[in-house]
């Protein structure tokens, strides 16, 4: 539905976008993570038309946004990061003037306009100036004036920014419930928003995708194979920590080891992180120990986050609870 190839965009001498190629299927949603700066929402003003690629090409459910850009367009719905509202327009103007502009007739307008309405949840402020509105009830005008047309897909740059956690819940929430029968893409820079919206991200950093991939995939790919174990405590037979840890590290299967906080080890693998826990569990019968943890290290988002944009080192492991 969302086919970016080698997608290139420069403003004057300066690359914004080099060379990014990305896919969205139908009925997925994405999220486009990045820090501030790293080219998401000039991606995604190409994907709406607003900007030319100074190379590559970027589609819309088959359509060139550059070759066939009213077909494009009419696939599309889009919520740019800072909502564009007439704000002396009631909001049932508002949307019945966006849907006209969609070429919606005037009965098509009445039923398509109530219809966003009842899924974003503003029947209550229909007939309220859109200036008068809360941020977060702006912000769920906008994505009924993106939904308005009924696009098969739909296109959000920073859709929860300058929100409060309970307008950010609500937004979230509406994400995922239209996402469940739409292609979505929305950008942002906050880390649990692509957690609590979507299980895919793209990464983008300085201009380049860095990482793209289910979420659960590239925390295991940040966890870089590594091994969490804890030992049964208080036993007579238990080694001293120092001594399991020059055990562990003596692990053919094994490049490093240490001790955490919380009684456990982390143990880093040499090979792959089945052969690690296999080793673990045979030195662990071969000196008569207990086991009661033996598992593949989850790394957080934040750690990938962290690793992509070279600011991480060894993911920090979760403390159980």
Do not use: W
Request: glycine letters at 10%; charged letters at 25%.
């Amino acid at each position: 539905m969302i086919e970016v190839q080698g997608l290139r965009h420069c403003y004057g001498s300066f690359t914004a976008v080099a060379d990014v190629s990305f896919k969205v299927d139908r009925g997925e949603v994405a999220g486009f993570l990045g820090p501030n700066g790293a080219g998401k929402t000039t991606i995604m003003k190409v994907l709406a038309g607003f900007l030319s690629p100074s190379r590559g090409r970027a589609a819309l459910s088959g359509h060139d946004v550059a070759r066939e850009p009213d077909a494009a367009r009419r696939v599309l719905g889009y919520l740019p990061e800072h909502c564009p509202l007439y704000l002396d327009m009631t909001v049932s103007a508002f949307l019945d003037y966006t849907a006209a502009l969609r070429g919606l007739s005037r009965q098509e307008r009445r039923q398509r306009v109530a219809r966003a309405a009842a899924r974003t949840g503003i029947e209550g402020v229909l007939s309220q100036p859109t200036g008068e509105l809360s941020k977060g009830y702006r912000q769920r005008t906008g994505l009924a004036a993106a939904l308005v047309h009924d696009p098969p897909i739909l296109v959000l740059d920073e859709p929860t920014s300058g929100l409060d956690p309970l307008q950010v819940q609500e937004i979230r929430a509406l994400i995922r419930e239209v996402g469940s029968t739409r292609t979505v893409l929305f950008s942002t820079h906050v880390l649990a928003e692509v957690e609590a919206t979507c299980r895919r991200a793209i990464v983008i950093h300085a201009g380049k995708i860095v990482a793209d991939g289910p979420i659960a995939e590239l925390k295991r790919r940040a966890a870089k194979g590594s091994v969490r174990v804890r030992f049964r405590p208080g036993t007579s037979d238990l080694p001293p920590r120092d001594e399991l840890v020059r055990s562990l590290s003596t692990l053919e299967e094994a490049a490093l080891a240490r001790p955490l906080e919380d009684g456990a080890f982390l143990v880093n693998p040499r090979a792959s992180t089945e052969d690690l826990a296999a080793a673990i569990f045979r030195l662990a019968v071969g000196k008569g120990l207990a086991l009661l943890e033996l598992a593949p290290l989850e790394a957080s988002l934040e750690d990938v986050f962290l690793g992509l944009m070279g600011g991480g080192s060894s993911p920090t492991p979760a403390t159980p609870p």
